[in-house]
């Protein structure tokens, strides 16, 4: 395990895991059990006695597969990737406990878990939207979309420039080519790792700065626009209210969407039952989805948002 900032409460972090690394899809998932807090003595009539100092994880947490390596210490020649990198928000106890764990702790990892993101048909842009650290969810789908040669659009958005789950500087290099976004300040931050793929980079920030100022669908919207119907594929992953208006976007203009949804789980298999969504069954009915097992890639079409 390895462990890398991104922003103030934003960390990637590597996972050495060669079977998960090597079978891993885009917009698949891992369930990380914590290790839970250490262990202390309580001495009790001369005698010690184990106790637990804090309240043991019960719950895994899901992470997306945020991108797929080749670490330094692979000894195999067909070049195979054996390492996960995730990245994470800190939100609470459990991501905080991650962010503190020594490097080189073992962590039990079930995965890959979930189905993946559909890809477009060749030749056929795609328009990627994250909110927030919603990008771990579309990080790994972004290489495998350039990989292919999919013009691939990156709208990237947050509350502030510091909450971004990028690294940025200043570029737009690649912007004046693409002048999709009236809004965007002619010098702005982009994330060079991105642009250095062939991505398009835009950002969005509630708070400004040089970026633009406001919601990332916004940039969603505007690019739709000046694409006209159809020839673009949309991916969202992000906070629900924000996926529902790409998903309203993405059918004013004719665009295929696909979400990947991030609800409270536990089992991650498909047993407990506590992801289910709301979607719309082909006869017009109300049905659910087991995030888990049916996702967490669903059509934005299908969800009742
Ligand atoms: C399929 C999937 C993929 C995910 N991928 C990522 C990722 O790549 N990076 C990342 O940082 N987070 C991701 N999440 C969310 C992440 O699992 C939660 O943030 C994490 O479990 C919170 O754990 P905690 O102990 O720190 O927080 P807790 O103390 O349990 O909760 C703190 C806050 O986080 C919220 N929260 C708890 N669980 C979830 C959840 N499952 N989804 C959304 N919010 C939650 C709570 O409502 C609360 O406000 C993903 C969730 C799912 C379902």
């Not at 106790?51 to 899901?62: A, D, H, I, Y």
Request: aromatic content about 6%; proline content about 6%.
């Amino acid at each position: 395990m390895a462990r890398k900032r991104v922003s103030a409460d934003t960390f990637e972090m590597a996972l050495l895991c060669p079977r998960i690394a090597a079978a891993a899809r885009p917009g698949q998932f891992v369930n990380l059990l914590l290790p839970s807090p250490d262990f202390g003595y309580r001495v009790l009539e001369g005698v010690a006695w184990h106790e637990s100092c804090g309240r043991p994880f019960l719950l895994r947490r899901p992470f997306s597969i945020y991108r797929t390596d080749r670490s330094d210490q692979s000894d195999r020649s067909d070049g195979a990737l054996d390492t996960l990198a995730l990245l994470v928000k800190e939100v609470g106890e459990g991501t905080r406990r991650l962010g503190e764990l020594a490097i080189g702790t073992s962590l039990k990892v079930l995965g890959p878990l979930g189905n993946c993101f559909r890809l477009p048909p060749a030749g056929t842009a795609a328009a990627l939207v994250a909110g927030g650290c919603g990008w771990a969810g579309l990080g790994m789908l972004a290489r495998e979309l350039r990989r292919l040669g999919h013009p691939t659009y990156a709208f990237i958005g947050a509350q502030s420039v510091e909450a971004l789950p990028v690294e940025t500087t200043v570029g737009g290099a690649s912007l004046p080519r693409e002048p999709f976004v009236e809004g965007l300040p002619d010098v702005c931050l982009t994330s060079a790792e991105l642009e250095s793929l062939g991505v398009v980079v835009a950002l969005a920030a509630e708070s400004g700065g040089k970026l633009y100022r406001g919601l990332v669908t916004d940039l969603l919207g505007a690019f739709l626009r000046k694409r006209g119907q159809g020839g673009v594929n949309v991916y969202a992953c992000g906070p629900r209210a924000m996926l529902a208006r790409v998903a309203e976007l993405a059918r004013e203009h004719g665009a295929p969407c696909q979400v990947a949804m991030e609800e409270r789980m536990a089992c991650g298999m498909g047993v407990c039952n506590s992801c289910v969504v709301e979607v719309r069954l082909p006869d017009g009915t109300l049905g659910h989805k087991k995030l888990c097992t049916d996702g967490p890639v669903l059509d934005a079409a299908q969800v009742n948002w």
